[in-house]
């Protein structure tokens, strides 16, 4: 008969919040610690459980584990992207977490990329049954940085465009959502045409109007340097 998992769940971010409402939608059982508490009441966990998660910045990952999970027989599982450790197995959940927590159809959806060398998912995340995919750990920093690039720095710019909308030309910001929701669409259905707009047509002068309108502006840059990235890529 396969172990009833009893996981440790380390960090307070929104990873952690969601992975904790994750858990409790699924009835798996979980204590949690945080830098709030005490190293006392870290080691009592530890002595109880099958699986520690570290759910903290990449940077703290390593050491954490040297100085506090050394002595452990606990499967150590860590949700970095691009973090390549030799003390713990990695699987990134390609997902981004807001404050506000999602329901159970969409947590369940959720691909986790795991190391190539990792055990079995069951194994390694028992209960969850997320669709799961493996990546050799050579090719991680590389998958972080385009999840980083497609992700987080699109965000800025829909930010970026909505709040110039508001308050540098006093309309409205939700006028925008129809545009951004199609474009999303655009990219889930036919992801290799979605681009649009003056780099596609080679419409120079329009691009050069854009940069003059952004003078003084750091998203000029910004402007400029995927006009050199997309000129590369031809």
Not at 55 to 73: G, M, P, V
Not at 90 to 98: Q, R, S, V, Y
Not at 178 to 195: E, F, G
Request: with cysteine.
């Amino acid at each position: 008969m396969r172990q009833v998992p009893r996981y440790l769940l380390i960090g307070n971010g929104r990873v952690a919040r969601h992975i904790q409402h994750y858990f409790t939608q699924l009835g798996l059982s979980f204590t949690t610690w945080q830098r709030n508490q005490s190293f006392t009441e870290l080691q009592q966990h530890i002595n109880h459980v099958t699986h520690i998660l570290l759910l903290i910045s990449d940077q703290q990952i390593e050491e954490f584990i040297t100085l506090h999970l050394k002595n452990t027989n606990a499967l150590i599982v860590h949700f970095s992207g691009s973090l390549v450790s030799e003390k713990a197995y990695g699987a990134h959940p390609l997902m981004t977490f807001n404050q506000v927590l999602y329901n159970f159809d969409q947590y369940q959806r959720i691909p986790f990329v795991i190391d190539h060398d990792a055990p079995a998912f069951d194994t390694l995340l028992p209960g969850l049954h997320n669709p799961h995919v493996r990546l050799d750990k050579s090719l991680k920093a590389k998958y972080h940085a385009l999840c980083v690039l497609s992700g987080n720095f699109s965000c800025m710019l829909w930010q970026k465009l909505l709040t110039s909308i508001e308050e540098e030309f006093n309309l409205p910001a939700d006028i925008a959502q129809l545009y951004m929701q199609q474009q999303t669409q655009n990219l889930l259905t036919h992801p290799k045409t979605a681009l649009t707009g003056p780099l596609v047509r080679g419409d120079t002068l329009t691009i050069e109007k854009n940069l003059a309108a952004l003078e003084g502006d750091p998203f000029k840059e910004v402007y400029e340097s995927f006009v050199k990235c997309y000129q590369s890529l031809k």
